[in-house]
Antibody, heavy 121, light 109 residues
Framework: EVQLAQSGAEVKKSGESLKISCKSS????????IGWVRQMPGKGLEWMGI????????RYSPSFQGQITISVDKSISTAYLQWSNLKASDTAMYYC??????????????WGQGTLVTVSS | EIVLTQSPGTLSLSPGERATLSCRAS???????LAWYQQKPGQAPRLLIF???NRATGIPDRFSGTGSGTDFTLTISRLEPEDFAVYYC??????????FGQGTKVDIK
């Protein structure tokens, strides 16, 4: 069974750094693109970026380029989303989600449960 | 960047009624790479439709997707109580970002 298990809720201050995780199981992690989606409180879904664990090929939305870093650790089937300088506007729920193939032009078929990040000023 | 505009913003219907949700793209969606997701409060989104008209695994046949180019529709033929939720379209045919629409909320009348 495919599962994406995300790390727990975080409360941080502006200017701090943060790395949240998404541990995959039930499939061959290296062979499927995995991405991150932001949902600000009461708002819609925003596509942030994706990564191919096999070779760490990464694609970012221009809206998030330079603000976040997406990475993986293949040895533990885990994807990461990190910030080096959090802002209050980063307060949101963050979802990881998997593409159903090695082709990045595909929808997200499995989703993590979400990680709530709260940043206070 | 392709902008997806969903309408209406909110659809108020009763169980058993038909729901018709629209998603319009600012430019043609390559290969009709358009997906629909359902999101209930406190839950992650769930994939319903991909490739504009293909139901994802385990999705009931009361959900159907149609359309091509710039105009797409999600139809729920007879609303069940569990279908009241927010629905998002997403295009995944263009270079990043693979944008989402702003969502349509289907609530109980």
């Amino acid at each position: 069974e495919v599962q994406l298990a995300q790390s727990g809720a975080e409360v941080k201050k502006s200017g701090e750094s943060l790395k949240i995780s998404c541990k995959s199981s039930g499939y061959s992690f290296s062979n499927y693109w995995i991405g991150w989606v932001r949902q600000m409180p009461g708002k819609g879904l925003e596509w942030m970026g994706i990564i191919y664990p096999g070779d760490s090929d990464t694609r970012y939305s221009p809206s998030f380029q330079g603000q976040i870093t997406i990475s993986v650790d293949k040895s533990i089937s885990t994807a990461y989303l990190q910030w080096s300088n959090l802002k209050a506007s980063d307060t949101a729920m963050y979802y990881c989600a998997r593409h159903p193939s090695g082709y990045d032009r595909s929808p997200f078929d499995y989703w993590g449960q979400g990680t709530l990040v709260t940043v206070s000023s | 960047e392709i902008v997806l505009t969903q309408s209406p913003g909110t659809l108020s219907l009763s169980p058993g009624e038909r729901a018709t949700l629209s998603c319009r793209a600012s430019q043609s969606v390559s290969s009709n790479y358009l997906a629909w997701y359902q999101q209930k409060p406190g839950q992650a989104p769930r994939l319903l439709i991909f490739g504009a008209s293909n139901r994802a695994t385990g999705i009931p046949d009361r959900f159907s997707g149609t359309g091509s180019g710039t105009d797409f529709t999600l139809t729920i033929s007879r609303l069940e109580p569990e279908d009241f939720a927010v629905y998002y379209c997403q295009q995944y045919g263009s270079s990043p970002p693979r944008t989402f629409g702003q969502g349509t909320k289907v609530d109980i009348k």
